[in-house]
């Protein structure tokens, strides 16, 4: 091995020492060839190949002096440094190696082997850091991320493609300009400039990020939205000698993110607020109402006999009455009154702070005769009334829960009046619990002798409509009343705290049943079920699963539980550790009425989910609807998919809607399409003729 020396020292005697302490020897197993210079700029003339280490003997103190040592871009950057220690000013010597502006130090007392491995270890530092520092180039022009690199001025002194594309400029274009005037920022919402993070870095020595909503104005007048991470780059003396830039396009993922937001807080198919944009803003103006000592109104609102509408003009039509009946409420109310849907045929109107008892008779009594008005659904006069239910802060209560449950008792008590009415909340109307009590008393009475009946509704893959698996549904009837509303049931079970005796039964039975089609030669169905959210915050909720499924011998794999998105909301901690036990168990987790609620990415991501189901009032008439709505029930899926989660539709009910899910990218889906809900010996009969 023959290692290539330039020696740079005046010294003639410091010459003669090395020239001698390397003197060729034939029994040595290295080679050190020795040239001298006086200083690195008589170096740098000599024509002769580069070094392959350089030994420099500095002047006393010189360790912070940049002029005895090599430039990073001259001829001997990069090149491994040894100092002379003895010479000199030894301090100085350790403050350069412990600066690295040196790889070591060469003692007078060193032998010849000891320098020629001080020499060796040297150089293979020297490889290693050249090895890294290309490794690091090609990460840095690999990398999908902007990179732009600063000097302390704010110039640029590198950009890789990523940056080039994103601002649309050449590297050419775009090195040793300021910052600022290569990436001109301003905000997405009130165009105000934006201070470039460089900037910001380099007078604070901080890492800095852009404010949500920054925009980048390219090369061509484009703009694109951009989060980022700025740096600042230090030097061995402390300074600031640059910032590091890492940014990325955010454009696409804001849009997708807007428009999840949007559906968080709003109704699909009539774009006015959705319940839980009501709570937050009753929440406000309740506040607003006590600190003014000022009045406001609540005002429940439902369509009378709404059912009869879908069932003799179908669905399509319903939700076109609701847009009109949408349109009317406006024009009845002022722009600082909220409306809100709550879901189905039922709305909520939250008259501002200042609204008394006689502005809210006016207010009901507009609304009255405005619904009452033929509508015109596909040319056919469509007559339809409403009902009203009012309570007053603070006459009726000071908190909105308190005023939300008297106005719905005042609208129960208009619909007991005749429908097509509105009444105004009194202490008389809570008689109306006698028949919530006469509701729960039948239902503990079906659930001690079994008056209870699952149907299965099959969920199918839309390509080929073969059976994937069903969802359990309730259903009661009573030996008077008849068939009873599923939802007025449950509803009824929630308020008693009989739902998880309920939802115990209907778990027991969809297991139980599972498990007879698999015995009777059926291939295995994966069945879901719908829980409540006390069901789910029930302490032995996930030992009674392992024990039903045990009990019953089914894989866990074929139980799927299907979950609102409010029911995991209530309690987030509590909600993901039950779940995350549940899918430790091999259960599959869905949320059920997907898009309806809260619709925040954020939760996502907390909860183990397997499965979304998108809910009916995106699916139907979707394939003729219009591309906005198109668009949301595409975002819709597109979260799924981003998620890395397959969803599935409800209420399919044309196959122009299956055509057009299948499309959009959804592959499985449930609804009249394909079946309505059938009872167990039915569903055994689909699924053993299943292929």
């Known amino acids: 091995m023959d290692i290539r020396t330039l020696v740079v020292t005046p010294d003639a005697g410091e010459r003669a020492r090395l020239s001698l302490l390397f003197a060729a020897d034939a029994a040595a197993p290295a080679t050190v060839t020795l040239r001298f210079a006086d200083t690195l700029q008589d170096a740098e003339r000599d024509p002769l190949p580069a070094p392959d280490l350089l030994v420099l003997a500095p002047r006393p103190g010189a360790a912070g002096q940049a002029a005895t040592y090599p430039a990073p871009g001259g001829p ?88 080039c594309d994103l601002t649309g400029r050449l590297a050419a274009d775009m090195l040793d300009l300021p910052i600022d005037a290569v990436m001109p920022l301003h905000d997405a919402t009130s165009s105000a400039v934006i201070e470039h993070p460089v900037v910001h870095v380099l007078s604070s020595k901080r890492s800095v990020r852009l404010p949500p909503g920054s925009v980048l104005v ?63 803003h009753l929440r406000t103006i309740l506040a607003q109402a006590e600190a003014q000592a000022r009045p406001l109104g609540v005002m429940y609102l439902d369509l009378d006999n709404f059912k009869t509408i879908n069932d003799t003009l179908g669905h399509a039509a319903g939700d076109q009455l609701l847009v009109a009946v949408t349109a009317r409420l406006r024009a009845c109310c002022r722009a600082m009154d909220l409306i809100s849907r709550q879901g189905g045929d ?76 509105y009444r105004i909340f009194n202490g008389a109307m809570l008689n109306s619990a006698i028949e919530r009590r006469m509701l729960e008393n039948a239902l503990r009475l079906s659930l001690d002798a079994g008056g209870f009946e699952l149907y299965y509704q099959p969920k199918v893959a839309l390509a080929d409509g073969a059976i994937v698996g069903c969802e359990a549904l309730l259903r009661w009837r009573h030996p008077e009343w008849g068939w009873v509303s599923p939802g007025d049931a449950v509803h009824c079970a929630e308020q008693s705290g009989l739902i998880v005796d309920l939802g115990r039964w209907v778990l027991d039975e969809a297991v139980q049943q599972a498990r007879r089609w698999q015995d009777n030669g059926c291939q295995p169905c994966p069945v879901a079920v719908n829980v409540s959210a006390l069901e789910l915050r029930h302490a032995d909720f996930v030992e009674h699963m392992r024990q039903c499924l045990a009990g019953h011998g089914l894989r866990p794999a074929l139980l799927q539980l299907e979950l609102t998105e409010s029911a995991l909301m209530r309690d987030v901690a509590g909600a993901a550790d039950v779940l995350r036990q549940l899918r430790a168990i091999g259960m599959t987790l869905a949320i059920d009425d997907f898009g309806t609620g809260y619709s925040n990415l954020g939760y996502l991501a907390d909860f183990p989910i397997d499965v979304l189901k998108v809910d009916r009032s995106f699916v139907h008439g979707i394939a003729a609807d219009g591309p906005r709505r198109q668009g949301l029930l595409r975002a819709v899926l597109a979260v799924a998919s981003n998620l890395g989660l397959p969803a599935v539709a409800e209420g399919i009910e044309t196959a122009a809607e299956a055509a057009f899910l299948t499309r959009a990218g959804c592959h499985q889906g449930q609804g009249f399409h394909y079946s309505p809900p059938v009872s167990a010996a039915a569903f055994e009969r689909l699924l053993c003729r299943a292929p």
């Open 76 to 163: 001997f950057g990069g090149i491994p440094v040894v100092l002379l220690a003895h010479a000199g000013d030894i301090a100085g010597a350790r403050l350069a190696l412990a600066a690295r502006l040196a790889d070591d130090l060469l003692l007078a007392a060193d032998t010849r082997s000891e320098s020629v491995e001080r020499f060796a270890a040297a150089i293979r530092r020297g490889r290693v850091r050249a090895r890294r520092k290309v490794s690091s180039d090609i990460v840095l022009a690999a990398m999908a991320d902007a990179v732009i690199i600063t000097d302390a001025a704010g110039r640029i002194s590198y950009c890789n493609d990523a940056a």
């Open 218 to 280: 390219r090369a061509d007048g484009g703009e694109i939205m951009i989060e980022d991470s700025t740096s600042p780059v230090i030097g061995t003396d402390g300074a600031v000698d640059g910032t590091v830039m890492v940014f990325h396009d955010v454009t696409a993922s804001r849009q997708l993110q807007n428009q999840v937001d949007y559906l968080a807080r709003h109704d699909f198919l009539t774009g006015l607020p959705n319940r839980f944009a009501a709570q937050a």
């Open 346 to 421: 039922e709305f909520l109107i939250l008259m501002a702070p200042g609204t008394d008892a006689p502005e809210m008779n006016g207010a009901a009594q507009r609304i009255l005769q405005a619904v009452a008005q033929p509508h015109d659904i596909d040319g056919e006069k469509v007559l339809v009334g409403c009902s009203v239910g009012i309570a007053l802060y603070p006459d009726h209560g000071a908190t909105g829960e308190t005023l939300l449950q008297h106005a719905d008792t005042a609208l129960h008590a208009a619909k007991a009046a005749g429908r097509n009415t």
